[in-house]
């Protein structure tokens, strides 16, 4: 039996799909975990709200109860990483903080952000088929979703199927290139924060 002291230390790769609410990033991620040739764990943020109990939440604490869980979504992660278990992480950075929190936690070389998107029409059409979603959900996030800008690979969920995006990712990993989307989002976010700081 292998001792755990005999188990080499290495970071886990993060994937990290970020689009609206249905952009197709879930059966990206379930066709991911079907073809990567190493052990990937699938984070979903929804798997994290679906742990919560059902005990009622007062109206005022409703907001921090679901920052909470964003902020423990984030952690549990970035400790699935950090003990060297590659992630998918399926996620929705419709707030400026949810970013900066990943930016903080997320060893930068080792994510790869992706851009999942599609036109307003076929997110609308989406909405209507699943009839488990607010209708205009997934259109009012998207101006804040992707606010950022910067990305490693995009993939448009309206041209491609979840296959053809999750090849178009297992073919982006091996060779994947320097400096990443996170590393360069945490450089421009340390040099906001220094004018911020001197001005």
């Excluded at 959900?137 to 995009?154: C, F, M, N, S, T």
């Amino acid at each position: 039996m292998e001792h755990l002291d005999d188990v080499p230390p290495r970071r886990g790769l993060i994937v990290f799909l970020n689009g609206t609410s249905s952009s197709g990033k879930s059966s990206i991620a379930t066709e991911l975990l079907r073809i990567l040739p190493e052990p990937y764990f699938h984070m979903p943020v929804d798997a994290f709200h679906a742990m919560r109990s059902q005990a009622p939440v007062p109206p005022d604490d409703v907001a921090t109860v679901l920052h909470r869980t964003w902020q423990g979504f984030h952690r549990a992660v970035a400790g699935m990483a950090a003990a060297g278990n590659n992630v998918v992480v399926d996620h929705v950075l419709s707030a400026e903080w949810r970013l900066r929190d990943c930016l903080a936690l997320f060893e930068p070389q080792d994510v790869v952000l992706v851009k999942v998107h599609c036109s307003p029409q076929e997110l609308e059409r989406r909405e209507r088929e699943r009839g488990d979603r607010p209708p205009g959900l997934a259109v009012g996030q998207l101006a804040r979703v992707h606010a950022h800008g910067v990305y490693d690979l995009e993939c448009d969920t309206e041209q491609s199927t979840p296959q053809e995006c999750a090849r178009q990712i297992k073919e982006f990993l091996p060779g994947r290139p320097g400096p990443t989307a996170f590393e360069r989002l945490r450089r421009s976010s340390a040099a906001r924060s220094s004018v911020a700081l001197g001005s």
